[in-house]
Structures are given as C-alpha cells and as structure tokens.
Nanobody, 129 residues
Framework: QVQLVESGGGLVQAGGSLRLSCAAS????????MGWFRQAPGKEREFVAA????????YYGDFVKGRFTISRDNAKNTVYLQMSSLKPEDTAVYYC??????????????????????WGQGTQVTVSS
C-alpha cells in the first residue's frame, strides 16, 4: 500500500509557473506507475499525465501541449508536475495517483481515474487572469 501527499499548489497569475510535488510513503514507490489528474468545480476528473515506474515512459493529456512536465525521483519517493504558461482554465484541484498497472502495457495509457488504486488528497491550483 502507498500513501500520497501533494504539495506546491497555490495562486498564480496567468502565464506563470508552479511545480507540484507528490510524496509517497512505503518502500515500493518505484514499482508504481504514477499519474496526475485534476478536477475543476462541476467537472469530471481529468487526466493530466502519467509516468512509468522507471520514468522512461510518459504520457500526457491532450490539453497539456508541452506546457507541463511530469518527472519522478525514486530515491526521494516523489513525483513532480512542473506546470508553465498557466491559464485560468488550469484552475483545479490537482491529484496524484498510483497504480501497479504498466504504462504502455496491456492497460494502455492509464488515462482513466478508475485505473489507479491510490490517491492523494489533492492540492488547489488557482490561476488568475
């Protein structure tokens, strides 16, 4: 089992940047595929990005368009989401999630929230215009 705690959210002006972090407990962090999702008020949870256990495979949601970068440091049990060129429509609660499924494996790109077994509590990102 793994527990996830996000941090790094906040208020930023449009065009600005933020780096979200997700710290995981447990000694098996490096065996999990990690993902980032977001949920805006009144909207469904949306896939942002996923990274394989080794960091060698990455997949992004269509809306990212080169603005966000997912990375991980298995020595620190942490996954990151670097966000730049932020827009007001990026305002949402951002969640990290973990799954034992393999990215680009039989489960595909792992873009659905139900493919992840563990979730953090979320961190609020607000982008002002």
């Amino acid at each position: 089992q793994v527990q996830l705690v996000e941090s790094g959210g906040g208020l930023v002006q449009a065009g600005g940047s933020l780096r979200l972090s997700c710290a995981a407990s447990g000694r098996t962090f490096s065996s999990y595929t990690m993902g980032w999702f977001r949920q805006a008020p009144g909207k469904e949870r949306e896939f942002v990005a996923a990274i394989s256990w080794s960091g060698g495979r990455i997949y992004y949601g269509d809306f990212v368009k080169g603005r966000f970068t997912i990375s991980r440091d298995n020595a620190k049990n942490t996954v990151y989401l670097q966000m730049s060129s932020l827009k007001p429509e990026d305002t949402a609660v951002y969640y990290c999630a973990a799954t034992k499924r393999n990215l680009y494996g039989s489960s595909g790109f792992l873009t659905s929230y139900y493919e992840y077994e563990y979730w953090g509590q979320g961190t609020q990102v607000t982008v002002s215009s």
